[in-house]
C-alpha cells in the first residue's frame, strides 16, 4: 500500500508546503486547490459506496431464514461484484493521488532550486489528464452496465407479471368471468434486486461528474500557462530609439566637457555638436 492511499490529499506535506508556496508568494493556486477538491469528492463518494455494500453484506448474512432463497443469493453475488468494482475504482485514484503528490513535490524542489519563477504553468508538473481520462471512461462503461442489469431486471419482472395474468385470465375464464388487462406493476423483490445496481449507478454518477470536474480544472492549470509573446514592431523601434538616444547623450556630454576643458571656442563646438546631430 502506498503512502497516500489512506491518508486524505490535503494533508498530505507535499501538497500542503506546494500550496503555502502559492498562497505567501502571491500566485493563483484556485486551479489546483479546484483539483484536490475534485479528488477529495471522489475518494469520499467510493468509500461511501464500499461502506453501504458492506453494510448491505452483512445484512444479507444475517437472513437465517432465508437462506436458500433465489433473490439472496444474487444480491450477495451482486454485492461482491459491486465490491470489486468499487475496489478498482479506488485503486485508480489512488494511483492519481500518488502522482498529484509527486508533481507537488517536483514543483517544491523547482521552487527552492530556481524560485518562484520555476514555478509558472504549474500543470507542467501534473502529468495526470490522461489517468483522468481513462477512469471517466471506466465509469461510463460501469454505469451503462448497471443500466442493463437494472433493465433486464425490469423487463424479467414484467414478463413474470405478464404470465401471471395470463394464468389468472385462464381460471376467470372457466368461472365466466371477464378477463383482466391491467398487468400489476413490479414488486418488491424486483426492487430488491436492483437496489444494489442502483445504489453503485447513483454512486458512479457523482464520481463522474467530479472526474469531469477535475478534468477541467486541469484544461484550467495548462491554459494558465504563461506564453512567450514576440514584441511588436512598434515595440521593437521604441527599444531601438530609446537605448541609443540614452548613449548618445551621455557621449555627447563627455565630449562638451572635455572641449571646455581644453579651451575648444564655443562656436567650433556648436558645430561639433550639430555634426553628431
Sequence with gaps: MNETANAPIMENEHVRELLSILNDNGKDASGLTAL???VT?????????????????????????EQD?????????AARSLEATIAEMQKRLNEIKDKIVEGCKNAVSAFKEKGIAALNG????????PMFENLRRNLQSDIKRDQSVIAGIEKMSTQYHTAGMHLRNVGRAIRGKETITTIKPNGKLAKLAQSPFRSEMKCLNSVLR??????AA???LEKAVPQKTAPT?????TDKQEYPSTLGTMKRLQKQIEAERAGVPVTVRVRRKQAEL
Excluded at 469528492?41 to 437465517?64: F, P, S, V, W
Design 218 to 220: 486541469l484544461e484550467r
Design 210 to 215: 467530479q472526474v469531469k470536474g477535475a478534468i
Design 41 to 65: 469528492a471522489c475518494e469520499n463518494q467510493l468509500n461511501k459506496a464500499m461502506d453501504d455494500l458492506t453494510a448491505m453484506r452483512y445484512e444479507l448474512g444475517t437472513m437465517r431464514e
Design 36 to 38: 484536490l477538491g475534485y
Design 233 to 237: 514592431r512598434g515595440g521593437d523601434k
Design 69 to 77: 432463497h433465489p433473490i439472496k443469493t444474487a444480491l450477495e453475488k
Design 122 to 129: 504549474l500543470a507542467k508538473f501534473f502529468k495526470i489528464k
